[in-house]
């Protein structure tokens, strides 16, 4: 059976943590989408995504620590394994291919 | 800091939850405090809320499966389920005769024995005016300055 190809929220959240480095919580994640897409994202939704992520082994979290601003609440910190890398080439494979041999989205990239 | 009314509540309503999801609690207390915005907050807070975020886990129960008698086993249905106790919901004295069952009985009477109609709306008009000569007799009634009826006026009443 093929390997499920990533959504492009789940796809976004990959390469923001992979942006984002060894300090990949919540609110970076949040931030580089919000950077990236230019518009609000609900730091559940993100959540939700990680965890079906890692449900499906393509991110691994551990728990981090915590700081005042945060309430004593600890960080809950996101690292993307080698299945995970593979997902998003893949992702990335099926994308390009769709998107080559359309003059009008070439034209405006 | 200083926060709104609004965010102040947000805030409660978070720590009152923080415990069901602490890493996505503590990251929008921290971006709550960089941003300082309580309508984020509730945004966000109500988001979660809906996502299912702050969900209580559910704690997986190991099945008792146990040989039963029939009867028993109806009982203790009965007994757990609470199917024996009814409750009238339907805002109505009958019980099953909610709104759309009244509006059908209105219906129904308007057309079979619309007649029938004179004696609802003068039960209504004989209500109305027992309650008002009900609230006019009490009115009458001798009464301190306070609006209560004192000793010396309740002998007064009864000789009267």
Avoid at chain 1, 11 to 32: C, F, K, N
Avoid at chain 2, 52 to 66: E, H, I, K, M, W
Avoid at chain 2, 90 to 114: C, D, K, Q, W, Y
Wanted: aromatic share 6%; net charge positive; glycine share 10%.
């Amino acid at each position: 059976m093929a390997r499920p190809l990533l959504t492009d929220f789940e796809l976004m959240i990959l390469l923001a943590i992979l942006r984002t480095g060894d300090q990949a919580y919540g609110v970076p994640i949040a931030r580089e989408l919000e950077a990236a897409g230019r518009r609000n994202v609900a730091v559940a939704a993100v959540y939700a995504a990680l965890d079906r992520l890692e449900r499906n082994g393509m991110v691994a979290s551990r728990m981090g620590e915590s700081t005042p601003e945060r309430g004593g609440r600890a960080r809950r910190l996101f690292q993307v394994p080698s299945q995970g890398i593979k997902a998003a080439r893949e992702t990335q494979r099926a994308l390009v291919a769709l998107w080559s041999g359309l003059p009008e989205l070439e034209r405006r990239l | 800091m200083k926060t709104s009314h609004s965010a102040h509540l947000a805030l409660a309503v978070l720590n009152r939850l923080a415990c069901r999801n602490e890493p996505l609690a503590g990251d929008l207390l921290e971006e709550f405090q960089a941003r300082q915005s309580g309508l984020w907050l509730w945004g966000q807070l109500l988001l979660a809320l809906l996502m299912g975020s702050f969900r209580q886990p559910r704690v997986p129960v190991a099945l008792n499966l146990t040989p039963i008698d029939p009867v028993v086993a109806a009982w203790l249905a009965e007994r757990r389920l609470g199917m024996t106790k009814k409750v009238n919901l339907t805002g109505t004295p009958i019980e099953g005769v909610g709104g759309l069952s009244a509006v059908i009985l209105g219906f129904l009477l308007s057309t079979v024995v619309p007649d029938i109609w004179w004696f609802v709306v003068g039960g209504i008009v004989c209500g109305a005016a027992f309650g008002t000569a009900m609230v006019l007799a009490r009115s009458k009634r001798p009464m301190g300055a306070d609006g209560q009826i004192h000793n010396g006026q309740l002998k007064d009443l009864f000789a009267a």
